[in-house]
């Protein structure tokens, strides 16, 4: 089982470090637009010397010759996971992919297909989308597949959709993750973990529910634990 990946909700270096030494083993955290357009690339060098892997959620979407000069520059950060938005289209996805496996082949590069935080309702109203939300979803994960990417970000939700139209082998990353008992914040369609593992997300990120706790260690073990067991 992989390990969840701590969303690092935080926006110096300082306060990054305050969190990270509280645990005496190797983790998987997710650098995300707040902390990296703040810090630039040196966290991702200063977080990968206290042994960490990285997930830098840049979420790329733009021309493919801009996306494939901008992968190829954080191909070379050793990360092992980024990502583009899928709606940037195949050609987009196609130069990401070249451009970031050239520099980095065993690193994972997966798209975003719509925000957890999209609701059914927003699709309709405000993308005026003649899909649904889960055709939508499906309609990404295969465009990006078929581009050469190694997954995408999507809700728990849609993680065994995904795995039937695109095979197991085809990674989906799950944010909108809490706990029972805590508060849902801007997400739309949030799981547990357990209810996560059940629905086949093969990663889950998990943020405030960890680094907002008073006891993050505790939190994370027992996120840990409920993902890798599937049992609340």
């Known amino acids: 089982m992989n390990r969840p990946i701590i969303a690092l909700d935080f926006s110096t270096m300082a306060e990054v470090e ?14 995300g637009m707040e902390l990296y357009l703040q810090q630039g690339p040196t966290i991702i060098k200063e977080i990968r010397a206290m042994g960490h892997d990285i997930f830098l959620d840049l979420k790329l979407h733009d021309i493919p010759n801009t996306v494939g000069k901008a992968m190829a520059g954080l191909g070379s950060l050793d990360v092992q996971m980024t990502n583009v938005h899928a709606q940037g289209g195949s050609s987009m ?32 109203r405000e993308q005026k989308s003649i899909l649904s939300l889960d055709e939508s979803v499906i309609h990404y994960a295969q465009l990006a597949k078929d581009s050469g990417l190694d997954g995408v970000v999507s809700s728990p939700l849609e993680s065994q959709l995904i795995h039937e139209h695109c095979g197991n082998d085809f990674l989906t990353i799950t944010p909108g993750i809490r706990l029972n008992e805590d508060s849902k914040d801007d997400q739309a369609r949030v799981v547990t973990p357990a209810r996560a593992h059940v629905l086949g997300s093969d990663y889950i990120v998990v943020g405030r529910s960890i680094t907002k706790a008073s006891n993050p260690v505790g939190q994370y073990i027992k996120v840990k634990e409920e993902w890798e067991s599937g049992a609340e």
């Open 18 to 31: 305050g969190f990270l030494t509280q645990f005496n083993e190797p983790l998987f955290v997710k650098v």
């Open 93 to 124: 996805m196609k130069r990401a992919a070249e451009s970031f496996k050239d520099r980095n082949p065993d690193g994972i590069l997966i798209a975003v297909t719509q925000l957890t935080s999209t609701s059914e309702e927003m699709m309709q």
